[in-house]
C-alpha cells in the first residue's frame, strides 16, 4: 500500500515571533513544494530518504536518539506503527523545492504532507486531525512552535492564525505578486525564539508594547486585502518589519536586504524566525522586476513567488 501528499512553503506577512506569545500573524503558502511518499513494507522496519538525510531502523526508539531533521518523519511513522497490528514497517521518502533552514516553511510543509501521507495508510481522518499530526510532529525538532506554520501549509492562500483562536483564510491575495531573496545564512528557528524569549524577559513591557503594535497591524490587513490596496499592505510590512528590528532578529545583512526591497517594492521584511533566511518583498506598480534586479546587483539570490491556494494534496 502507498500514500503520498504535498504540501506548499509558506511565507509570514506579519506577526511572526508575537504569534508566540498569543498575538495574531497572517501568512501566506507560496508556489514551492514538499511531496511525502509513504508505503507499508515488509522488513518491520522504518525507512526514511530525504536531501537532509536516511534512516533504517526499528521502530519504538527514544525520539532524541534519532537525527532532528528525520524526527518528525519517525515520529509520525513510529506512531502510526504502535497504533496497527501486525508485523510491517513504513518507507518514507521526501522530495522538496524549498531550501531548509531558510524560512520558508521547508519543515511544516513537510511535517504536514508527511503527516497525512503517514496517516493515509490507515484509515481516514479528519484534515483537522492532520494538522494536529504535523504540529505534534514539528514539536520533536522546535518544542515551543505556535502552530501557525503548519496551518498555513496545511491551508494554503492567506490566513489569519492565532493559538487561541485557530486559522481563518483571509483570502488569496489575487493580483499580489511577492519577492523572495535570500540572505544565503540558515537559522535554527527554536534558537532565534529562544534568544526573542531572552529580550522578552529583560524588557516585558516594551515587548509587550510591540506585541499590541504588531497584532494592530494584523487588524488592518483583511480590509487592504480585501479592497487589493497592495501598497497599504506594504506599508504595514515595513512597520512590522521595524518591531522586528527593535526584538533583535535583524542583522546588518538582512536591513541591507530590507532596504533593497523597501526602495523597490510596496514593502519588504524579515519572513519567518530572523537571523538569517530570507526577506520577503510585496512587488510594486512595476511588478517583481525591480526588486529582482536589486538584489540580484547586491548578489542576493532571490525569486518571483506566487500564492498557492491548493495547501495539502494527497496523490
Ligand atoms: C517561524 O516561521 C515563526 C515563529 O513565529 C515561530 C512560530 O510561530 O512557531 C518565529
Redesign the pocket.
Known sequence: MRSGASAPGKV?LFG??F??YGAPAILCAIDRRVAVTASANGTGRISISSALGSLESPPGRGISEIAPALRPLYFLADRMLAGRQGTGGIDITVESEIPPGA?LGSSSACCVAAAAAVSGLGSRIPRGRVLELAVEAEQTIFA???G??CAACMHGGIIRYSRDGGFSSIGQGRGFSLVIADSGTKHS?GS??GTVGRFRGENRAEFEGMCREAAGLVEGVPGLLARGDAAGVGRLMNQNQECLRRIGVSNTTLDEMVRIGQGAAHGAKIT??GGGGCVVCLAGPGGPGPALRGFERAGYGCFEASIDCRGLDTF
Open positions: 509570514i511572526e515571533h504569534v508566540v524560512g515551543g512552535t505556535s501557525a506554520d528557528t532565534v525564539v519567518g524566525a
